[in-house]
């Protein structure tokens, strides 16, 4: 492969962790950008989940205050995270390479669709925001009042019902994203305002948590089955790691609005040249 298809890869990597600092979206860059270096659509996918991974953890770190007092809600949240990660990365794994690559232009399409609905989901969910926390579920015996149906206080819970639909929400968000992956955030937070959650930055913390759960499970399954291109991979998580911690400033001084346009621009522009070609 020539010299400078690594630094593209690198700069690819570098710019998708400073999009997933400021907006998410990041594999909207890595996976075309493998493509492109002539890599299979299967192994551009396997290495791109295992490549942006470390950037996630990171990103995780900083939400840990926010997270505090949800550690069993985000437990019981944890488990359809794990078991879907899992299934859709099976279903990934026994796909080959023709079927997905035929797949392809329709999850990066739904995958941008989903990026354009993050912002205006972001902006409701803020104009809602207080400062909750996620409890486990009450007993199906007990009812909530019209208070604690808008409010998670730290005694609050909800009914068993509605943690079932959204584990089961969650189960089949998960097993997308074990299967391609991205634009899986859009769909937590909106399974979280289902469950009741207001403050955004909770929500945020949740995502990450399950998104690093979903991936860790994928991630280790495709380099289990020999998938993941190392030398890519490791260049690009090296450039995502230095993406996320330096490239989001200049992301933040360029403005998540023109960050975002670029994503969008750039899904759709994929999207429609990979359907001219089919």
């Not at 990597?13 to 890595?30: M, P, S, Y």
């Amino acid at each position: 492969m020539p010299w400078y298809e690594y630094g593209l890869l690198f700069l690819a990597a570098g710019v998708a962790g400073a999009v997933n600092a400021v907006a998410g979206g990041g594999t909207l860059l890595t996976f075309p950008a493998l493509l492109w270096a002539h890599q299979t659509a299967i192994v551009a996918n396997a290495t791109s989940t295992v490549a942006l991974w470390p950037g996630q953890l990171s990103s995780l770190w900083g939400y840990r205050k926010q997270l505090a007092g949800s550690a069993k809600g985000a437990a019981l949240l944890a488990v359809p995270s794990l078991l879907g990660g899992l299934f859709g990365a099976i279903l990934f794994v026994k796909t080959d390479n023709a079927t997905f690559a035929a797949l392809v232009p329709y999850l990066i399409l739904l995958a941008t669709l989903l990026f354009v609905l993050q912002e205006p989901l972001a902006r409701w969910s803020e104009r809602r925001a207080t400062p909750e926390t996620l409890s486990p579920p009450m007993p199906p015996t007990q009812t909530l009042s019209p208070h604690h149906c808008d409010s998670l206080g730290p005694a609050a819970a909800f009914p068993v019902r509605r943690w079932l639909a959204v584990m089961a929400f969650q189960f089949f968000v998960a097993t997308y994203g074990g299967y391609f992956g991205a634009g899986i955030g859009i769909l937590m937070l909106a399974a979280f305002g289902f469950l009741g959650l207001r403050n955004i930055h909770q929500m945020n913390g949740l995502k990450n948590v399950n998104g690093l759960a979903i991936n860790a499970v994928a991630a280790t399954l495709f380099v289990a089955k020999g998938l993941v291109d190392w030398r890519l991979a490791l260049l690009m998580a090296s450039g995502a790691i230095l993406g996320g911690y330096a490239g989001a400033g200049t992301a933040q001084r360029i403005g998540e609005k023109n960050v975002r346009r670029v994503v969008i621009v750039i899904g759709f522009s994929l999207s429609v040249s990979l359907f001219v070609r089919r």
